[in-house]
């Protein structure tokens, strides 16, 4: 079965930075995308960028651009979203999610397979 | 980026009625490149439809999309008490893909 790990919830200050975990299981890591979307409590969804686990190529959205990294360690079949310059307004569940990039179309199928979500929580 | 408005923002019904969603888009969204999620409190989205009114695999057939260019339309034909949940549409044919705001299905 696919699957999708994130790590634990994680509370931080104002100003810190945050790095959070993606384990794949399941499938080949390497053949599909990881993208990470947030969703503040009661919001709706949010698109953070994506990465190509095989090149490490990434595409992050505009307004996060210079805050956020997004790397991988293949070995392990795992990818890291780090957010720096936390502020409150960061609070929020982050998602990473597997999606097929054919035909220069992100997520060609959809958006497959999710993680359980990452509860972020700034505060000082 | 495409700006995605879903319409209404919550619809009460009932077990076995028909639930109609909408989804509307600034712009043509290309080739249709239009998928629908559902998600209930607590949990991650789930894929329901894919290219419009593809079905991702082991989603029931009372699901369908529907719709082209900017205005697309979610149908659950008869609904079942577990469809009570948030549904969300999502553009991915023009960078950044984008979501609607949701709509709430309640009983």
């Known amino acids: 079965q696919v699957h999708l790990v994130q790590s634990g919830a994680e509370v931080q200050k104002p100003g810190a930075s945050v790095k959070v975990s993606c384990k794949a299981s399941g499938y080949m890591f390497t053949s599909y995308d990881i993208i990470w979307v947030r969703q503040a409590t009661g919001q709706g969804l949010e698109w953070m960028g994506r990465?190509?686990?095989?090149?490490?190529?990434?595409a992050y959205a505009q307004k996060f651009q210079g805050r956020v990294t997004m790397t991988r360690n293949t070995s392990i079949s795992t990818a890291y979203m780090e957010l720096s310059s936390l502020r409150s307004e960061d609070t929020a569940v982050y998602y990473c999610a597997r999606c097929y990039t054919i035909y220069g179309v992100v997520c060609y199928y959809g958006i497959d397979v999710w993680g359980h979500g990452t509860t972020v929580t700034v505060s000082s | 980026e495409i700006v995605l408005t879903q319409s209404p923002g919550i619809l009460s019904l009932s077990p076995g009625e028909r639930a109609t969603l909408s989804c509307r888009a600034s712009q043509s969204v290309s080739s249709n490149y239009l998928a629908w999620y559902e998600q209930k409190p607590g949990q991650a989205p789930r894929l329901l439809i894919y290219?419009?009114?593809d079905r991702a695999a082991g989603i029931p057939d009372r699901f369908s999309g529907s719709g082209f260019g900017t205005h697309f339309t979610l149908t659950i034909s008869r609904l079942e008490p577990e469809d009570f949940a948030v549904y969300f549409c999502q553009q991915y044919g023009t960078s950044p893909p984008t979501f609607g705001q949701g709509t709430k299905v309640e009983i």
């Open positions: 990465m190509n686990p095989h090149s490490g190529d990434t």
């Open positions: 290219a419009a009114s």
